[in-house]
């Protein structure tokens, strides 16, 4: 995305207009450790994209800033919760459906 896209989706959440849950941003970020580093989608996809950018910001983990204590526990046990690829939680087909991604790990899986 662009330099400006992000811009616009920051002013958004800035603003409070564009709202994400604490959850789905745990849940969110958590996806992007475990599977989203093994294929483009994860990197190409917009909404996914705008999803992880409004996730790294609430969780205030974009750059060398202190993460909010509160939701870095939460998210690492959303990680440890996938980490069996053959029974992930319900969430995680759902996240991928909801993004039009999946992981090439579960693929056929569901």
Known sequence: MSSLTYQFFDALL?????????EL???????VSVYGGEHEA????P??????RAAQKKLN??????????LVPVMVEYIRSITDHDNPPSWVPELEKQYGVESYRRKGKQ
Do not use: F, H, R, Y
Not at 25 to 31: D, K, N, P, V
Not at 61 to 67: A, C, D, K, R, S
């Open 14 to 22: 800035d603003a409070e207009l564009l709202e994400v849950s604490d």
């Open 25 to 31: 941003c745990c849940q969110i970020l958590a996806w």
């Open 42 to 45: 994860a990197v190409m996809n």
């Open 47 to 52: 909404g996914l994209n705008t999803a992880i």
């Open 61 to 70: 983990i974009l750059g060398g800033e202190v993460p909010d204590l509160k």
